[in-house]
C-alpha cells in the first residue's frame, strides 16, 4: 500500500476513507455536543457564565492558535504520525474531561483537548490528499465531505441524548472511537510527508498566536463580566500587542504560519473578513441557543440539541448547488444575500420565549439561519481558495479556517457579556432572555456588516471553480460545509 497510489472502491481506499472520516467526525462532533451540555455543567460543578464561556474557548483558543503548525508538523514529521499523535492526545484529554472535579480542571483538559484537535484536524484531509490522486481524490474528498455532514447533523442529537444520562458522557465517548481510529490508522494508513517542505517551523510566530489569542480572549472575557478591571485591560493590550508583533514576525519569517502575500489581494481579505464576521454570529447564536431552550423554554437536552439540526440538514442539501451557483454568476450576490437570509433567521428567534415549540418557533427560524448559511458558506470558501495563488492553496484554507475559528473564540468571549449575560444568569431565565435577546440583534448586525462587506468588496468572478488545475477540487464537489469552521483545503498547509 503506497501513499498517492490508492483507488477508491478498494479496500485500502475505504480504510483511509474511514480513518479520516472518524477523525474529523471526532473534532467536528465535540465542538457541537459540548455547547448542549453547558447548563448540566454548570449546575453540577457550581460555575458561573464565565466558566461556561471558558468551557468552550479554551478548546477553541488552542484549536484555532495551533491548526496551522499542526499542518506543518504532518508535512515534516509524517502526516499519519502526527494525525496518531493527535487523535491519542484528544482521547487522554477527553478522559480528563469527563473526569473532571471542578470547572478549572475541565478548562484546562479542554485546552489540551484543543491541542490534539490542531494536530489531528489538517491530517485528516491531507492524509486522504496524500493517498488518493486525480479524480479518485476528488471522490474521496467529496465522500470525506458527505460523510462529515453526517457526523455534524448526528452530532447535537447524540450530544443531547448522552446529557440525559450524563454531561460526562459527552467526553468519555471520544475514547472508544479514537481507540478505533488508532486501530484502523496503524493497520491500513500508509505514511507520507511532503519532501519539499521548507526547512524549520513557526515557533515564534505559533507563541505568538496563542498568547495574542489566550490574552485577548482572556482580558475580553472578564470584562464583559467585570468591568474595566486593570488587569483585564492589561490582558488586552497584551494581546493586541503580540498579534501585532506576530504580523511583523510572518512579514520576516522564511517559513511563515500566514504568508502575508496573501492579504495583498484586497478580494482574500475582504473574504477573511466576512468570515470573521460570519463565523463570529454564528458562535455567539450556537452558545446561547442552547442555554435559552433548556434556561428559558424548558427544553431538555435532546430536545435543545435537535435545534441545530435544520441548519445542517439544509447545508448538506443546498450548499453544492450555491458553490455552483457562485461559479456560474460570481461569488458576490451570494455573499451578500446569503447572510442578510441568515440574519432574518436570527430574528425570527426573538420569537423563542417560555411559551416556545420547537416546531412553531424554533424550526422556522433554523431552517431560515441555516439557508444564509448554505448560501454563503461555499462561495465563501470558493472565494477564499480562488484569491489565492496555486502554491498557497493549503494555506489560504489553513488561515481562513483559523480565521473562522478565532471568530468563534471572540464572539463568546464579547457578545454575552455585551448582551448582558454573566455571573448566574444562565440560571434565571428572565435575565438570560433579556440578554439573548440582545445577543441575538448583535449577531443579526455582523451578518448584515457582512453583507455590507461582501457587496463593496467582492467583485473578482471565480475562475478556479470552473477551471480548476489537475488534482485541485472544485468547492461545488465537496458539499459539506461544517459549521463549526470552513472545510480545509487539501493542499499542504506548512507555506
Given at each position: 500500500?503506497?501513499a498517492g497510489e490508492?483507488?477508491?472502491?478498494?479496500?485500502?481506499g475505504?480504510w483511509?476513507?474511514?480513518?479520516?472520516v472518524?477523525?474529523?467526525?471526532?473534532?467536528?462532533?465535540?465542538g457541537?455536543?459540548?455547547?448542549v451540555?453547558?447548563?448540566?455543567i454548570?449546575?453540577?460543578?457550581?460555575a458561573?457564565?464565565?466558566?461556561?464561556?471558558?468551557?468552550?474557548?479554551?478548546?477553541t483558543?488552542?484549536?484555532?492558535?495551533?491548526?496551522l503548525?499542526?499542518?506543518?508538523l504532518?508535512?515534516?514529521?509524517?502526516?499519519?504520525?502526527?494525525f496518531?499523535i493527535g487523535?491519542?492526545?484528544?482521547?487522554?484529554?477527553?478522559?480528563?474531561?469527563?473526569?473532571a472535579?471542578?470547572?478549572?480542571?475541565?478548562?484546562?483538559?479542554?485546552?489540551?483537548?484543543?491541542?490534539?484537535g490542531a494536530?489531528?484536524?489538517?491530517?485528516s484531509?491531507?492524509?486522504?490528499?496524500a493517498?488518493f490522486?486525480?479524480?479518485?481524490r476528488a471522490?474521496?474528498?467529496?465522500a470525506?465531505?458527505?460523510?462529515?455532514?453526517?457526523?455534524?447533523?448526528?452530532g447535537?442529537?447524540l450530544?443531547?441524548?448522552?446529557?440525559?444520562?450524563s454531561?460526562?458522557?459527552?467526553?468519555?465517548?471520544?475514547?472508544?472511537?479514537?481507540a478505533?481510529?488508532?486501530?484502523?490508522?496503524?493497520?491500513?494508513?500508509p505514511?507520507?510527508?511532503?519532501a519539499?517542505?521548507?526547512?524549520?517551523?513557526?515557533?515564534?510566530g505559533?507563541?505568538?498566536?496563542v498568547?495574542?489569542l489566550?490574552?485577548?480572549t482572556?482580558?475580553?472575557t472578564?470584562?464583559?463580566?467585570?468591568?474595566?478591571?486593570?488587569l483585564?485591560?492589561g490582558?488586552?493590550?497584551?494581546?493586541v500587542?503580540?498579534?501585532?508583533?506576530?504580523?511583523?514576525v510572518?512579514?520576516r519569517s522564511?517559513?511563515?504560519?500566514?504568508?502575508p502575500?496573501?492579504?495583498?489581494?484586497?478580494?482574500?481579505?475582504?473574504?477573511?473578513?466576512?468570515?470573521?464576521?460570519?463565523?463570529?454570529?454564528?458562535?455567539?447564536?450556537?452558545?446561547l441557543?442552547?442555554?435559552q431552550?433548556?434556561t428559558?423554554?424548558?427544553?431538555?437536552?435532546l430536545?435543545?440539541?435537535?435545534a441545530?439540526?435544520?441548519?445542517?440538514?439544509?447545508?448538506?442539501?443546498?450548499?453544492?448547488?450555491?458553490?455552483a451557483?457562485?461559479?456560474?454568476?460570481?461569488p458576490r450576490l451570494?455573499?451578500?444575500i446569503?447572510?442578510?437570509?441568515?440574519?432574518?433567521?436570527l430574528?425570527?428567534?426573538?420569537?423563542v420565549?417560555?411559551?416556545?415549540?420547537?416546531?412553531g418557533h424554533v424550526?422556522?427560524?433554523?431552517?431560515?439561519f441555516?439557508?444564509?448559511?448554505?448560501?454563503?458558506v461555499?462561495?465563501?470558501?470558493?472565494?477564499v481558495?480562488?484569491?489565492?495563488?496555486?502554491r498557497?492553496?493549503?494555506a489560504?484554507?489553513?488561515?481562513?479556517n483559523?480565521v473562522?475559528?478565532?471568530?468563534?473564540l471572540?464572539?463568546?468571549?464579547?457578545?454575552?457579556g455585551?448582551a448582558?449575560?454573566?455571573?448566574?444568569?444562565?440560571?434565571d431565565?428572565?435575565?438570560f432572555?433579556a440578554?439573548?435577546r440582545?445577543?441575538?440583534?448583535i449577531?443579526?448586525s455582523?451578518?448584515?456588516l457582512?453583507?455590507v462587506?461582501?457587496?463593496?468588496?467582492i467583485?473578482?468572478?471565480?475562475?478556479?471553480?470552473?477551471?480548476p488545475?489537475?488534482?485541485?477540487v472544485r468547492v461545488?464537489?465537496?458539499?459539506?460545509?461544517?459549521v463549526?469552521?470552513?472545510?480545509?483545503?487539501?493542499?499542504?498547509?506548512?507555506?
Open positions: 500500500m503506497v490508492l483507488r477508491m472502491g478498494t479496500a485500502a475505504r483511509v476513507l474511514t480513518t479520516t472518524l477523525g474529523s467526525g471526532l473534532v467536528m462532533i465535540d457541537t455536543v459540548v455547547n451540555a453547558l447548563e448540566r454548570g449546575t453540577e460543578l457550581g458561573g457564565f464565565t466558566g461556561l464561556q471558558w468551557t468552550v474557548n479554551a478548546y483558543l488552542t484549536l484555532a492558535a495551533l491548526i503548525l499542526g499542518g506543518s504532518g508535512d515534516h514529521l509524517g502526516r499519519r504520525r502526527v496518531l487523535v491519542v492526545w484528544f482521547a487522554v484529554a477527553s478522559l480528563a474531561c469527563g473526569l472535579p471542578d470547572i478549572g480542571t475541565l478548562i484546562a483538559a479542554r485546552a489540551l483537548q484543543g491541542v490534539g494536530l489531528l484536524t489538517p491530517g484531509l491531507a492524509l486522504i490528499s493517498s490522486h486525480g479524480r479518485d471522490a474521496a474528498i467529496g470525506w465531505s458527505g460523510l462529515g455532514g453526517v457526523a455534524g447533523a448526528v447535537p442529537f450530544g443531547g441524548w448522552l446529557v440525559e444520562w454531561w460526562r458522557a459527552v467526553f468519555l465517548i471520544n475514547l472508544p472511537l479514537a478505533l481510529i488508532v486501530a484502523i490508522t496503524v493497520a491500513h494508513v505514511e507520507s510527508r511532503d519539499e517542505s521548507a526547512p524549520g517551523l513557526d515557533v515564534t505559533t507563541v505568538l498566536a498568547v495574542g489566550g490574552a485577548l482572556y482580558g475580553l472578564g470584562l464583559g463580566e467585570h468591568g474595566a478591571d486593570p483585564l485591560l490582558g488586552v493590550a497584551v494581546g500587542l503580540a498579534l501585532v508583533a506576530f504580523v511583523v510572518e512579514r522564511r517559513h511563515p504560519l500566514v504568508p502575500v496573501l492579504f495583498r489581494d484586497a478580494t482574500f481579505s475582504a473574504a477573511n473578513a466576512a468570515t470573521m464576521l460570519i463565523y463570529g454570529a454564528m458562535g455567539a447564536v450556537f452558545l441557543l442552547v442555554l431552550l433548556q428559558v423554554a424548558g427544553f431538555s437536552p430536545e435543545a440539541g435537535t441545530l439540526l435544520p441548519v445542517t440538514a439544509v447545508m448538506l442539501v443546498f450548499s453544492s448547488r450555491a458553490g451557483l457562485a461559479g456560474r454568476i460570481g451570494p455573499m451578500t446569503g447572510p442578510l437570509v441568515s440574519a432574518a433567521g430574528l425570527l428567534l426573538l420569537r420565549d417560555a411559551s416556545a415549540s420547537w416546531f424550526l422556522p427560524a433554523m431552517l431560515v441555516g439557508a444564509g448559511l448554505a448560501l454563503t461555499a462561495p465563501l470558501t470558493a472565494t481558495l480562488d484569491a489565492a495563488p496555486d498557497y492553496a493549503g489560504a484554507s489553513g488561515v481562513n483559523a473562522a475559528r478565532a471568530a468563534g471572540l464572539a463568546v468571549a464579547v457578545v454575552p455585551v448582558g449575560i454573566g455571573g448566574d444568569d444562565y440560571t431565565p428572565a435575565a432572555d440578554g439573548f440582545v445577543a441575538m440583534l449577531g443579526a455582523l451578518l448584515a457582512a453583507a462587506v461582501a457587496f463593496t468588496l467583485r473578482r468572478p471565480l475562475v478556479a471553480s470552473t477551471t488545475e489537475p488534482g485541485r461545488e464537489e465537496c458539499p459539506h460545509c461544517p463549526s469552521g470552513p472545510p480545509m483545503h487539501p493542499g499542504d498547509t506548512r507555506r
